[in-house]
């Protein structure tokens, strides 16, 4: 572990001229080019390819990507201020640019070899959508129990199985796929495998009609026979579990980014609308109860953005974080179900209609609570923790 040096009057949320410089630019991005898309997004259920391309031009997609790789060589924390941002416009925006550099190009850059590296970064930070894909139909807390079966055979695995959920799946060119060798091994036969969605027996399969996130594509994977070079295995033979948890560890604070984004996003609608709507001959803002709801909600955010701005740093100070990644989680996605929860109520019935943002913000919220592990597994990391279990 580097050494510590602690800069005592250093506040977590203060954030450098070059942290500062990056969010505006994001901000502006989103604003500009993102936010003209949310509703009709949202209602197709498809993301606008544009955008995606803007993203790779603007070094999003590849935030954490050495430079000698053809990436922007930024930090993890800068990935968080991105997925906030892009959050706060849309939470579909941000959950890719998220799977994107927390998981996918994360964990090549932790385990990919010089080859794989040379391979595969160079495209991740131009061109290339990256997908995650361990949950499958029977296998999603219990991760671990997955069926999906790689077999060696000469210089190929051949892959048999389906996967399921698989966020970014219509979009992806690269997949880190998680696959046992030997069901019997339990999760000592986990291997993670890179698999390019041209490769012989890959299809992706149906794609889900969700409540929230609409615009991010969630699909089924199928693998028939599915053909990957021996090489194309990420770290080693066996050891994919260590892969999975510790990348979704990194993940879970960008899923934390993502739900303060959700809840800004909210909140600056709240404020807005209250401070226009008259009720009673004055603006609803004027009222204690509609001020004291604001209050609590900015309150909640701020605390939220603690955690997840904290833990950031820590990840990148090469600290422990596992405890508080389960907690930014745990928390984080309480606080955008709570502040968006109380944003349609501020918009009265107008919060509850699609003419207005509220109810998307609303919707988008609650997947927070399940994926990357549901919030009852983040409890229990926590638990064994805290106890000492
Ligand atoms: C929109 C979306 C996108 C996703 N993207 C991806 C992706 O990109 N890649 C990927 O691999 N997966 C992805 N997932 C899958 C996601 O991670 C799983 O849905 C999640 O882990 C929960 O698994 P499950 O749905 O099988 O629920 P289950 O595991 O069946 O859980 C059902 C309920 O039981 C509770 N429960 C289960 N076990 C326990 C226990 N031991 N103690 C207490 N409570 C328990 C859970 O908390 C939950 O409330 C995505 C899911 C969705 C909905």
Redesign the pocket.
Known sequence: MPETVLHRSTPVTLISEDETLFRDTVRQFAEDKIRPHVKHMDEAGVFERSLLDESFQLGLMGIEIPESYGGSGGTFFEAILAVEEFSRVDASAGVIVD?QNTLVNNALIRWGDEVQKKHYLPRMASDTVG?????EAA?????FALQTRAELLGSEYVLNGR??????AKEAGLFILFATLDPAKGYKGITAFLVENNFPGFTVGKK?D?LG?RA?S?CELILEDCRVPKENVLGEPGKGYKIAIETLNEGRIGIGAQMIGVARGAWECAVKYAKERKQFGKSISEFQSIQFQLAQMATEIEAARLLVYNTARMKDAGMNFLKEAAMTKLYTSQVAERVTSLAVEIYGGAGFTKDYPVEKYFRDAK?GK????????QL?TIAKIVLGS
């Open positions: 799977v997908a995650y894909a361990l949950s296998s999603g807390s219990d991760a996967k399921l959920w698989i966020t970014n889900e969700k996130i991010s969630t997947i399940i994926y990357e592990g549901t919030s009852n597994m229990g």
